[in-house]
């Protein structure tokens, strides 16, 4: 059974910095691809960034280039979200998913089938 459990969210400050944590477990399939999407108060889910268990296939939205990284760990079965100059539109439930395979895209929702519970992130102005 694949779990995926999400830690890391807190409140901030613009301009500042927090990093998510996603450990992850029970695969079926040797790689898989990891996702961080993101949901704001009234809006839809949205894709942030994406990533196979083999550290490769890296892809961003728009909106998070050059300020979110993605990244794993692979003996900890961790996949990481660090955010950088986070703005206050960035808050929102984060949250970590997996598919057997990425698409040739930014991450939407319903390409996923596993979650996680989701971790608050607060970006105060």
């Known amino acids: 059974q694949v779990q995926l459990v999400e830690s890391g969210g807190g409140s901030v400050q613009a301009g500042g910095s927090l990093r998510l944590s996603c450990v992850y477990g029970g695969f079926q399939y040797t790689t898989a691809c990891l996702a961080w999407f993101r949901q704001a108060p009234g809006k839809e889910r949205e894709g942030v960034a994406r990533i196979y268990t083999t550290g490769g296939s890296i892809l961003y939205a728009d909106s998070v280039k050059g300020r979110f990284t993605i990244s794993l760990a692979n003996a900890k079965n961790t996949v990481y979200l660090q955010m950088d100059r986070l703005k206050p539109e960035d808050t929102g439930t984060y949250y970590c998913?997996?598919?057997?395979?990425?698409?040739?895209?930014?991450?939407?929702?319903?390409?996923?089938?596993?979650w996680g519970q989701g971790t608050q992130v607060t970006v105060s102005s």
């Open positions: 998913a997996q598919a057997p395979y990425c698409l040739a895209r930014v991450p939407r929702p319903a390409d996923f089938g596993t």
